[in-house]
């Protein structure tokens, strides 16, 4: 069977949601384990085997994919301690979890959201994606164009600046593309699918369409600095 989630996910998410609170988490710690985390990790390991197919230098592993239930409130203003989804990534290889592009799903109470991206670029991995896109343009357009890429997540998404960045010639033919500040491609789907036979066939031909974006973006962060004094983020 392909892995997925069930109604008790679900149920427990939700009421995770109506009481977020370390000692109610604590009480109910194993039904966490038995209904969230543990058809998390199926469907991790899964995809260790799945993603050779199309996304082979990306990583999915328990330990690196599986985000903590517990929030980091240090700096925020928001102090509730604990998230109320469950959440995976899938890096390279070599840039790992917190640098490049990866693929991503989460389930929450009310949506399944998954895709990939870059979603909070370091400004030096921004500098080489743009240049990359600068010296490339036509091959990322030819992935977001493309029918697989716009029947499977649609369009490319993301925060834009308003011009093209300094540095960059304002009439380039990839302007569009320049003016990205998130590089982002997902679809979100009701909470309801998560716990269906469609999910992990739907989870993998959204992935499949995501991964040519993934790679573009890490070839471009990956590549060694060009000499392109002054460019700007």
Known sequence: ????????????????????????FK???????????????????RLASDLKRFAPDLVAAPKVSLYRI??????SPDKTPLKTYISAV????????????????????????????IYAPEPKELLRVRKHIAATWPQLDRIVRGRRFTSDIGA?????????????????PGAEYLKHRQFLAGREFPAELATTADFYP????????????????????LTTNRSSSGLSA
């Not at 939700?14 to 370390?22: E, F, H, S, T, W």
């Not at 499949?208 to 973006?217: T, Y």
């Open 1 to 24: 069977m392909e892995p997925q989630f069930s109604s008790a996910t679900l149920k427990f998410l939700r009421a995770l949601k109506r009481n977020n609170d370390r000692e109610w």
């Open 27 to 45: 009480a109910r710690r194993d039904r966490y384990e038995r209904d969230v985390r543990g058809p998390m990790i199926a469907v991790i390991e």
């Open 70 to 75: 517990y929030r980091d409130t240090r700096f």
């Open 90 to 117: 899938f890096p390279h290889r070599v840039l790992l979890k917190k640098q490049g592009a990866g693929l991503y799903f989460e389930v929450a109470p009310g949506w399944v959201w998954m895709g990939g991206g």
């Open 156 to 172: 490319l998404t993301g925060e834009r600046v308003s011009r093209v960045p300094r540095g960059f010639p304002r009439d380039h």
């Open 202 to 221: 739907t989870l993998l031909r959204t992935f499949s369409a995501a991964a040519p974006l993934i790679s573009f973006l890490n070839d471009g962060i």
